[in-house]
């Protein structure tokens, strides 16, 4: 696989983390902490949890792309992709998701399923498509896999 194309998969996994749900964060910060305050009922944590965010956001994507921890990076973010769906994509709770026309179930469920294959994406980034691929995850969680390294001699 060429370096172009490994990266460009690489940013198309994160592009909607790094740098526009990280920037959204930033930009509007109290509304994201009302939001999370809607969920965990407590301003303080809704900010923790906001803030401890924004470092998955930024952080873990900038491991995937240079390829620094990326296995260890691509299962922090499969492990957000999951809570966030099942924290904020509640798509049980409206109640109405078999009704006629709109419904904000069936939009949030699409979102719940959107985020839980990104997780997918990001866990065959992290373990990769063979079992001995988990093993090397397990030994050594914080190597690369050397997205970029050159499959010729």
Same mark, same amino acid.
């Given at each position: 696989?060429? $370096? +172009?194309? !490994? #990266?460009?998969?690489?940013? =198309?996994? %994160?592009?909607?983390?790094? /740098?526009?749900?990280? @920037?959204?964060?930033?930009?509007?910060?109290?509304?994201?902490?009302?939001?999370?305050?809607?969920?965990?009922?407590?301003?303080? $944590? +809704?900010? !923790? #949890?906001?803030?401890?965010? =924004?470092? %998955?956001?930024?952080?873990? /994507?900038?491991?995937? @792309?240079?390829?620094?921890?990326?296995?260890?990076?691509?299962?922090?973010?499969?492990?957000?992709?999951?809570?966030?769906?099942? $924290?904020?994509?509640?798509?049980?709770?409206?109640?109405?998701?078999?009704?006629?026309?709109?419904?904000?179930?069936?939009?949030?469920?699409?979102?719940?399923?959107?985020?839980?294959?990104?997780?997918?994406?990001?866990?065959?980034?992290?373990?990769? $498509?063979?079992?001995?691929?988990?093993?090397?995850?397990?030994?050594?969680?914080?190597?690369?896999?050397?997205?970029?390294?050159?499959?010729?001699?």
């Amino acid at each position: 696989m060429s $370096l +172009a194309v !490994a #990266l460009a998969v690489r940013y =198309l996994l %994160v592009v909607l983390f790094f /740098p526009f749900s990280a @920037l959204d964060k930033i930009i509007n910060f109290k509304g994201a902490v009302r939001q999370a305050s809607e969920i965990v009922r407590s301003p303080t $944590l +809704a900010t !923790a #949890l906001i803030i401890i965010g =924004l470092g %998955v956001e930024i952080l873990m /994507p900038i491991g995937i @792309l240079t390829g620094t921890a990326d296995r260890l990076a691509a299962f922090v973010m499969a492990g957000y992709c999951m809570v966030t769906a099942l $924290l904020w994509k509640r798509w049980w709770m409206p109640g109405d998701f078999w009704k006629a026309g709109d419904s904000k179930a069936r939009n949030l469920f699409w979102d719940f399923l959107k985020n839980f294959s990104l997780a997918g994406g990001f866990l065959l980034l992290a373990f990769g $498509l063979h079992a001995g691929d988990v093993q090397a995850f397990v030994r050594d969680p914080l190597g690369s896999s050397h997205p970029y390294a050159s499959d010729s001699p």
